[in-house]
């Protein structure tokens, strides 16, 4: 078999980041579709789906790190795989993140919802709108593109606020809300720490094209 050149590895392993990214982002726009139709067959299939996305987190990391040890990298080549490594383990978070949005629709079940959903589905969407720029970022070498995407993070805090106040208020004019309201919380809760991820994504990104080091999330 002949060894494949490192240059090729480089290649394979930028093809699996963008994968990875691409199940992520498939993930998130699911859990969200099952909440919305309260669909438990769908919620179902994001948590078993989730295996997929940790299977080839330990496949990339297992081959970042023979990289790193065989081949000595240096300067550029080395960011370009310690960027995938810490590109890896955010993704991987935010796959748990859908995965557990989507237990949070198999535990609500088909129980009516106290609210349509408006907030939710759009901070899914922003979620989605990051990861599918960074992921562009991440191919074209793009750190304009890598600093737009974690504007979006901000909005995300913001629909997170409403969500949370509005939600409170439900509990609060209602005990009977409160089960519900707070699985609903949950929710918010994920999405708003995917969209932190999601940054995380952003500034290693810029640090792949650039060498700097720079602090996106808001405090």
Same mark, same amino acid.
């Given at each position: ?32 579709? @099952?909440?919305?139709? $309260? /669909?438990? *067959?769908? !919620?179902? +299939?994001?948590? &078993?789906? #989730?295996?997929? =996305?940790?299977? %080839? ?79 562009? @970022?991440?191919?074209? $070498? /793009?750190? *304009?593109? !890598?600093? +737009?995407?974690? &504007?979006? #993070?901000?909005? =995300?805090?913001? %629909? ?60």
């Amino acid at each position: 078999m002949v060894r494949e050149s490192f240059q090729e590895q480089l290649n394979n392993l930028r093809n699996d980041i963008l994968l990875m990214g691409k199940l992520v982002e498939t993930a998130i726009e699911t859990a969200v579709t @099952a909440l919305k139709r $309260q /669909d438990l *067959d769908l !919620a179902e +299939k994001v948590v &078993m789906d #989730d295996e997929k =996305i940790d299977r %080839l987190e330990l496949d990339i990391e297992r081959r970042c790190l023979s990289l790193l040890a065989l081949q000595q990298p240096m300067a550029r080549d080395l960011r370009f795989i310690g960027t995938a490594l810490k590109i890896n383990t955010d993704l991987e978070r935010m796959g748990d993140y859908a995965s557990n949005i989507a237990k949070v629709v198999l535990s609500l079940g088909e129980e009516p919802l106290i609210k349509p959903l408006v907030d939710l589905p759009r901070m899914a969407e922003l979620a989605q709108k990051m990861v599918r720029e960074n992921l562009a @970022a991440y191919v074209n $070498q /793009d750190r *304009d593109m !890598a600093l +737009k995407a974690a &504007m979006h #993070d901000h909005d =995300i805090n913001i %629909l997170y606020h409403q969500v949370f106040n509005e939600l409170l208020a439900f509990m609060t004019r209602d005990a009977a809300n409160i089960k519900q309201a707070t699985y609903l919380l949950f929710i918010a809760r994920y999405l708003e720490r995917i969209g932190d991820h999601a940054t995380n994504l952003s500034e290693w990104i810029v640090y792949m094209i650039t060498g700097e080091r720079l602090e996106l999330n808001e405090s």
